[in-house]
């Protein structure tokens, strides 16, 4: 049986509609798309540009995900996202040059990672995709929109960062999709999921926390 959220099926009501996880997928957006006008606020570009990519950052993971599990593409069928998107690059164009701009970036970007972990498994799951199909599209949905903002910028990837970046959004996922089949509620479970994986990107920015790196390979003597 395909399992949805709050008993609603999938092609009746689109995720952002459903109450307990709404909140968090317009702020998820908004985190991201703030982050996407951060990057191009740093190269001092337009507010055009810098909305471009408030929106490439803010709905690009959510897309793929779309896309790949076969749901309508969310921003297309309700306007409220790519409105969110231009909402958070116009409020950075206003507080224009801070000292702390860019440290904000890293931390909303790491909100945003494990928001977005959530959403995106939570989505997949309301349309019937597998446990494991489902953590994968968490973390699809948190850092494909990063990846695509960090390539338009010229930054190094988060997939190629040896800090702890990709897995956070990986245990958010796991941590919801772990909740959900032990039958915690969806909005107990998305707090502590979200929590989970924002704790393990804040370790990463305060004290440099990484997975191990694969060994060298010891030289022939």
Same mark, same amino acid.
């Given at each position: 049986?395909?399992?949805?959220?709050?008993?609603?099926?999938?092609?009746?009501?689109?995720?952002?509609?459903?109450?307990?996880?709404?909140?968090?997928?317009?702020?998820?957006?908004?985190?991201?798309?703030?982050?996407?006008?951060?990057?191009?606020?740093?190269?001092?570009?337009?507010?055009?540009?810098?909305?471009?990519?408030? !929106?490439? #950052?803010?709905?690009? $993971? @959510?897309?793929? &995900? =779309? /896309? *790949?599990? +076969?749901? %309508?593409?969310?921003?297309?069928?309700?306007?409220?996202?790519?409105?969110?998107?231009?909402?958070?690059?116009?409020?950075?164009?206003?507080?224009?040059?801070?000292?702390?701009?860019?440290?904000?970036?890293?931390?909303?970007?790491?909100?945003?990672?494990?928001?977005?972990?959530?959403?995106?498994?939570?989505?997949?799951?309301?349309?019937g995709a597998a446990p494991l199909i489902c953590i994968v599209?968490? !973390?699809? #949905?948190?850092?494909? $929109? @990063?990846?695509? &903002? =960090? /390539? *338009?910028? +010229?930054? %190094?990837?988060?997939?190629?960062?040896?800090?702890?970046?990709?897995?956070?959004?990986?245990?958010?996922?796991?941590?919801?999709?772990?909740?959900?089949?032990?039958?915690?509620?969806?909005?107990?479970?998305?707090?502590?999921?979200?929590?989970?994986?924002?704790?393990?990107?804040?370790?990463?920015?305060?004290?440099?926390?990484?997975?191990?790196?694969?060994?060298?390979?010891?030289?022939?003597?």
């Amino acid at each position: 049986m395909t399992r949805s959220i709050l008993g609603l099926t999938p092609p009746d009501l689109p995720i952002a509609d459903i109450a307990p996880l709404a909140a968090l997928d317009l702020v998820g957006v908004a985190v991201f798309a703030a982050t996407g006008a951060l990057a191009a606020a740093r190269d001092r570009h337009d507010l055009v540009t810098m909305t471009f990519f408030a !929106a490439v #950052t803010g709905v690009g $993971g @959510g897309t793929c &995900r =779309d /896309l *790949l599990i +076969g749901a %309508p593409v969310f921003w297309v069928v309700d306007w409220r996202y790519i409105a969110m998107c231009i909402a958070a690059s116009v409020i950075v164009w206003l507080l224009g040059p801070r000292p702390w701009r860019f440290r904000l970036l890293l931390w909303l970007d790491a909100f945003g990672l494990a928001a977005y972990g959530v959403i995106g498994a939570a989505k997949a799951e309301a349309w019937g995709a597998a446990p494991l199909i489902c953590i994968v599209m968490g !973390a699809l #949905t948190a850092c494909f $929109g @990063g990846v695509v &903002r =960090d /390539l *338009l910028a +010229g930054q %190094p990837s988060v997939l190629l960062r040896r800090e702890i970046v990709v897995s956070a959004a990986l245990a958010a996922a796991t941590a919801f999709v772990m909740l959900t089949a032990l039958g915690v509620s969806t909005w107990l479970a998305a707090a502590v999921a979200t929590a989970v994986g924002f704790i393990l990107r804040a370790g990463a920015l305060k004290w440099g926390w990484s997975l191990p790196s694969f060994p060298e390979t010891p030289l022939k003597s």
